[in-house]
């Protein structure tokens, strides 16, 4: 087998999470994958960006093009 084929990869990622892997198969209530968690979360995510500028609110107001002295 070669080092950079698939197959390869598949057998060093799978021997790099064998821990992981194994308390998959040992625990039946764990999930497959975490796309639960992820959509959970994706509001905090989406959100982080919205509540930075929330109490911005000179950002609202016109500001002059240039600054006479």
Do not use: H
């Given at each position: 087998?070669?080092?950079?084929?698939?197959?390869?990869r598949?057998?060093?990622?799978?021997?790099?999470?064998?821990t992981?892997?194994?308390?998959?198969?040992?625990?039946?209530?764990?999930?497959?994958?975490?796309?639960?968690?992820?959509?959970?979360?994706?509001?905090?995510?989406?959100?982080?960006?919205?509540?930075?500028?929330?109490?911005?609110?000179?950002?609202?107001?016109?500001?002059?093009?240039?600054?006479?002295?």
């Amino acid at each position: 087998m070669l080092s950079k084929s698939p197959k390869s990869r598949a057998v060093r990622y799978a021997l790099k999470n064998w821990t992981a892997l194994n308390r998959y198969s040992e625990d039946g209530d764990l999930e497959i994958d975490n796309t639960g968690t992820q959509r959970s979360l994706r509001g905090v995510a989406v959100g982080r960006g919205n509540w930075m500028f929330l109490a911005a609110t000179s950002a609202a107001e016109p500001q002059p093009c240039c600054a006479v002295s």
